[in-house]
């Protein structure tokens, strides 16, 4: 189905609302393909079998299907909700609760800032400007408070509602990501570990159940801080390997532009050389000495700058005929952009020379180091 979204709704223990909250999804959604995937970890309370009785006896339409993932053992919330994802096929997908305190008009309205604002996440928001809680006690109303300040401020999470159950994201978002799903907080986990991702939030209201009781026990909060600790070594451990990244990246720029300073020498001393020592026409010996210059460079920098240290007859010549060719357009485009900024924008010659060698040089040692030489371009 085209433009398919999938909805993960987890359960346990909601045999008085979870056909209710079927229907109303699908009414909300009427103009939308969409799949509703229930993921229950085999409830007592019959609730497994009441959705596998109701795929049976309602007649699927072509907008809308639905399925269930029965699961033996519950081990927390969050592994409920991937093991949901792991097996959607929408490329959106919206995360919420069974029991009508994610009210599912809020969806349309997730979907629709997605394809608006085209961001990553949309969280549906008690903490922003509109938002709020209904029927919750004082104790429950402090405990997500200061667990959302925990999140904000110990874990740098730039979202008002980080704790929400209720929310919607693109799924090629967490392609590379491998969750610890440790207790309820699955979304709390996508936020930390997708760093730079573009956040809509849009307020509802959560207003606690009618039917049934809430499965947070006092479990959760030690399964929070556990999940908190985790994802504040994460943070740590992420920005250290960034730092080495850089660190990496930065100092290979330096060897490929010491490398390209010493080439002029080459260049320069070939020339010279060939040229009175063995008489030979100017040109010719400009063009050994430019020969010269891409060889030694080419060897430094497969050796020196890249650490590449396999010889093979094969692999070196396809390198070199590589580096000859980018080096070659690198030098067209430098005199490209030279005759752009003199005659276009006016500017000095010298000044001109120093940006476009400066652009030349970096993107052919981009270009280089992923092509060539067959690296990342980061680190
Ligand atoms: N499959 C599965 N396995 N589903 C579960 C499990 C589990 O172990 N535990 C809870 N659920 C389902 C419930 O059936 C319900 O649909 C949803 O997950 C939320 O559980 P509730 O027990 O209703 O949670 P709550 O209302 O107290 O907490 C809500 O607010 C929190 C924010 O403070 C939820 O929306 C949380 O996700 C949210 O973080
Ligand atoms: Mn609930």
């Not at 809308?64 to 997908?93: D, F, M, Q």
């Not at 405990?143 to 730039?158: D, N, P, Q, R």
């Not at 063995?278 to 010996?285: A, K, P």
């Amino acid at each position: 189905m085209e433009n398919q979204i999938s909805i993960i709704v987890p359960t346990y223990n909601e045999a008085e609302n979870i056909c209710d909250i079927i229907k109303s999804i699908k009414s909300n959604l009427s103009e939308v393909n969409a799949e509703i995937i229930v993921v229950d970890d085999d409830s007592p309370d019959g609730t497994g079998t009441i959705v596998d009785e109701y795929i049976q006896s309602t007649i699927q339409n072509d907008r809308h299907s639905v399925s269930i993932i029965h699961r033996k053992n519950r081990n927390g919330l969050s592994a409920a909700i991937l093991n949901g994802v792991e097996n959607s096929k929408g490329e959106v997908v919206v995360v919420m609760d069974s029991d009508f305190s994610h009210p599912p008009d809020v969806i349309p309205k997730m979907l629709d800032k997605i394809e608006k604002t085209q961001c990553d996440v949309v969280i549906a928001s008690r903490y922003v400007q509109g938002g709020g809680i209904e029927g919750w006690p004082v104790k429950r109303k402090l405990i997500s408070k200061a667990a959302t300040e925990i999140a904000k401020k110990g874990l740098g999470v730039k979202a008002n509602d980080p704790m929400s159950g209720f929310f919607a994201f693109k799924k090629n978002l967490i392609k590379n990501i491998s969750f610890d799903a440790i207790g309820y907080k699955m979304l709390l986990e996508l936020l930390v570990k997708t760093a730079d991702v573009n956040i809509q939030e849009i307020p509802y209201t959560f207003t606690d159940r009618k039917f049934g009781t809430s499965k947070l026990g006092s479990s959760t909060i030690l399964d929070y801080c556990k999940s908190v600790w985790k994802l504040y070594r994460y943070g740590k451990e992420a920005a250290k390997k960034e730092r080495r990244l850089s660190v990496k990246f930065l100092s290979k720029a330096a060897r490929f532009f010491t490398v390209g300073a010493s080439g002029l020498g080459v260049n320069y001393l070939a020339s010279i050389l060939f040229s009175t020592s063995l008489d030979l026409w100017y040109i010719h010996s400009t063009i050994i000495g430019i020969l010269f210059a891409i060889t030694s460079n080419f060897f430094l920098h497969k050796y020196w700058t890249f650490g590449d240290r396999d010889f093979s007859l094969k692999r070196t010549v396809l390198q070199y005929t590589k580096f000859a060719g980018f080096s070659s357009i690198s030098g067209l485009v430098q005199i490209g952009m030279v005759y752009y900024f003199v005659n276009e924008f006016n500017l000095l010659y010298p000044v001109s020379l120093v940006l476009a060698v400066g652009t030349a040089a970096f993107s052919n040692f981009i270009v280089n180091k992923k092509w060539t030489f067959n690296e990342k371009v980061w680190g």
